[in-house]
């Protein structure tokens, strides 16, 4: 019997269930028995209060209700509004646009959309992205619905402690064998490891690339998708290192992936965008063509009320202080989480990524889906990741995290010996 009328590339893609909603389905189950008051669901990467209700910024809730019903139902423009466009670019970088730039920015859903056109405007059919080897799994998808390879590059040696040699070693290898080479860093606050990389790991990578870029005359975009960058401690200190970005060769260039959906908690209207700067405006205009054109042959355009809230926003700043205080009492919260984890996780002697920042801390396992069916007997939901175990302390209480280290240690002795 005929299976599937798909084409060749297509074929048997979306198979294979995806491990965050397998987990999900199965704690939809578990609440409904005796106990679920219990369930540990450190599943999603979505922020929770301490009730376990959704969290929103009461200011985004009121704005958004407040615009006119045109506005939300209208279509948006393709590229997004002057307004938007000069929110995204402000928000983005806060003071930290590297000198002597043009910046851009087109709207996209979400930041999936930024990551989107990144790796189809800067590759060519069959050429690869870079990504660590720790990822958010939609890279790989978006790769491969593109039509691009995808090879990872490693983050931590064998002491847990982040590295540049591989990332070194890969940029240079890929740069030789492709017209240009996209790499991409999730980074401050990375998914899944809370990993951000410091002035000093920037220090090091930024002279490396311009060298590279200088000496092979090929193209080289840094992509840096900042999703996370909210979640690190001080907002602004966190995009500091964006004005590292200075005087880079002309064949050299920086791309964000901007989302709203973490930053300003409203991630199902699927709103951000791709901002981009360099030291030509011919190039910056080149680069809102490519990427309209691309938007528009994907998604057409975005969520106009989003873009609309943002902007609204980003032009008030009554409204924008409030955002920032209201955001701020949850990342607190979010930080207070993951510092009880993290202290228990030295005192059980248990392995974690070195965590800076972001909705993830990764446990390192031998066996990560024997791991979290161990600890889904003790109600505990995690995700099994290739190399480790994601916990989404976004996700879960203050209340529930005492002892939470001690059980995934336990559990993981009980696998591994
Ligand atoms: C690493 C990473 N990048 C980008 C995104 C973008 O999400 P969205 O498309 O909702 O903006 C996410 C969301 O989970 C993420 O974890």
């Avoid at 409904?32 to 910024?57: T, Y």
């Avoid at 300003?264 to 791709?274: E, K, T």
């Avoid at 680069?287 to 938007?295: G, K, L, M, R, V």
Wanted: charged fraction near 25%.
């Amino acid at each position: 019997m005929l299976e599937s009328m798909a084409a060749r590339h297509a074929a048997g893609k979306g198979s294979e269930p995806d491990s965050v909603f397998a987990v999900v389905a199965k704690i939809r189950e578990a609440k409904k028995l005796p106990g679920a008051e219990n369930i540990i669901d450190g599943s999603i990467g979505a922020m929770r209060g301490e009730d376990g209700e959704f969290s929103i910024l009461p200011v985004v809730d009121e704005e958004f209700r407040r615009l006119p019903a045109e506005t939300l139902m209208d279509y948006a423009t393709i590229s997004g509004s002057p307004e938007f466009i000069q929110a995204a670019i402000d928000y983005t970088f806060q003071g930290f646009q590297p000198a002597d730039t043009t910046a851009a920015a087109v709207a996209t859903p979400g930041g999936t959309g930024a990551v989107r056109l990144m790796i189809f405007n800067y590759l060519d059919e069959g050429e690869t992205v870079l990504i660590p080897d720790w990822f958010w799994a939609p890279y790989k998808t978006i790769a491969e619905e593109c039509q691009r390879g995808y090879a990872t590059y490693e983050m931590f040696d064998e002491k847990l402690q982040f590295t540049t040699k591989d990332i070194k070693a890969k940029a240079q290898a890929y740069l030789e064998k492709q017209s240009q080479l996209l790499m991409i860093f999730n980074t401050p606050g990375h998914n899944p490891t809370g990993y951000s990389l410091s002035e000093s790991d920037w220090a090091d990578l930024i002279p490396f690339f311009k060298n590279l870029a200088m000496g092979s005359g090929k193209k080289i975009v840094i992509g840096l998708d900042m999703a996370y960058v909210d979640y690190c401690g001080d907002p602004k200190e966190a995009r500091r290192f964006l004005s590292m970005f200075t005087d880079l060769p002309e064949n050299m260039q920086i791309v964000i992936a901007f989302s709203m959906s973490k930053s300003f908690f409203v991630y199902g209207m699927r709103s951000g965008a791709i901002v981009g700067c360099h030291q030509s405006a011919a190039v910056m205009k080149d680069f809102t063509n490519i990427h309209s054109y691309s938007a528009r042959g994907a998604w057409s355009n975005g969520n106009h009320g989003a873009q609309e809230l943002l902007a609204k926003i980003n032009n008030d700043s009554q409204l924008s202080a409030r955002a920032d205080a209201e955001r701020g009492a949850l990342v607190d919260l979010l930080i207070e989480r993951a510092k009880i984890f993290v202290d228990e996780a030295n005192e059980a002697d248990l392995k974690i990524l070195p965590y800076f920042g972001g909705f993830f801390i990764t446990i390192p396992a031998k066996d990560p889906k024997a791991l979290c069916a161990k600890l889904m007997e003790q109600n505990i939901y995690l995700v099994a990741m290739g190399k480790g175990v994601r916990l989404a302390v976004c996700a879960v209480p203050k209340s529930k995290m005492p002892g939470l280290a001690a059980k995934i240690k336990a559990a993981q002795k009980a696998i591994e010996g």
